[in-house]
């Protein structure tokens, strides 16, 4: 298996839904992928989900951690590919993300892509990252843009990043992540939107 896809979920069947769909229309040409839908918590309509688009389910038995934690770490401990991503069930994905993610990981630790990051002040879509130096920086990076040798996202949990738990847990881990490699490449194209 080449590509695990890591989506944490909770109650949010609509968003879950349109973010498996994204998956199964990825031009993957000979890339063996998987998806991993990991609720956080029980969650009959997320299985269905799952079951219905061929991803396998995993259950944890209660909610726990922020930002989607626990459930991250559990997809990571039970991912079979050689390297994975995060897709979180509210984001979209261009046809071609999986492809690109594969380009820029392959045959290096991590692999660092675009996407269009939506402003808070204004309405416009600022790239993440805007300016890639070789390092992770606070705020000018999102789990979305990277794809990581497995071994390497193993050897840090998502949970020990607590507390606080806020939206720059992502630049926390990844941050700690880049500590464990410096073989790290850079694709600047774009695969989707941080909604």
């Known amino acids: 298996m080449d590509l695990s896809v890591i989506t944490p979920t909770c109650q949010r ?90 380009a820029a990981a392959r045959e290096v630790d991590i692999g660092v892509v675009q996407t269009r990051y939506r402003c808070r002040q204004r309405p416009c879509m600022i790239p993440i990252p805007r300016h890639w130096t070789g390092t992770f920086q606070a705020g000018n990076v999102d789990t979305m843009c990277i794809c990581v040798r497995r071994e390497i996202a193993q050897r840090e949990s998502w949970e020990q990043l607590r507390p606080p738990a806020s939206p720059a847990t992502d630049w926390h881990w990844l941050h700690r992540l880049q500590q464990h490699t410096t073989r790290i490449r850079f694709v600047p194209i774009t695969i989707g939107w941080h909604l």
Do not use: M
């Open 13 to 102: 069947p609509a968003q879950l839904a349109n973010c498996l769909q994204q998956f199964r229309s990825q031009s993957r040409g000979d890339l063996l992928c998987e998806h991993l839908v990991v609720s956080d918590g029980v969650d009959p309509q997320a299985r269905s989900l799952a079951k219905y688009w061929g991803a396998r389910y995993i259950e944890r038995s209660s909610t726990g951690g922020q930002w989607g934690s626990l459930a991250r770490d559990t997809g990571i401990a039970a991912a079979r590919g050689r390297y994975l991503c995060f897709w979180d069930d509210d984001n979209l994905y261009e046809p071609h993300a999986l492809a690109t993610l594969w």
